[in-house]
């Protein structure tokens, strides 16, 4: 004989779910809380002011028509290669600034030396982990920021 669903049976059953929700969502937020690194900009009204000027230089940098691309040797050094339609850009420069996403480690300035190949590679090794990696690539007048993860 089986026995029969009671108040008691619902109410537990109420009981559970809502705990393990509400269980979750404590984590869920200690974790959120734990591991925000900042805000993405301290005045969103005086960045809006730079907004067009920011649009402008996009435009720019894309008539360039620079395909920069950014990778981690096996040293985690920091190697970057330019090139225009296929080609490299000659007598490319960059400096940079390595930045742990949430602000656990302290940025890693970046300075480029040249290689055979065209490529530039940094002088500084970064820790592991993911980094954002913020670079000023220029040749004459020429200039990108570039703005990239690394892992």
Known sequence: MTRPFTGWHMATI?????GIVIGVNLVMARYAIGT????????SYVASQSYNRWLA??????????TPRLSLDPGRRVALSVSNAG????????TGLAIHPLGRAPSIPLTF????????????????GRWRVQLSISTGND???????VQ
Do not use: C, I, R, Y
């Open 36 to 43: 925000f690194g900042g805000t993405v900009v301290d005045n």
């Open 14 to 18: 109420l009981v559970a779910f809502f």
């Open 87 to 94: 080609s490299p850009v000659p007598g490319v420069k960059a």
């Open 143 to 149: 200039t990108l920021k570039l703005n990239e993860a």
């Open 57 to 66: 230089q996009a435009d720019k940098q894309a008539k360039l028509g620079w």
């Open 113 to 128: 030396v040249p290689m055979p190949d065209g490529s530039l590679l940094s002088g500084q090794t970064l820790p592991a």
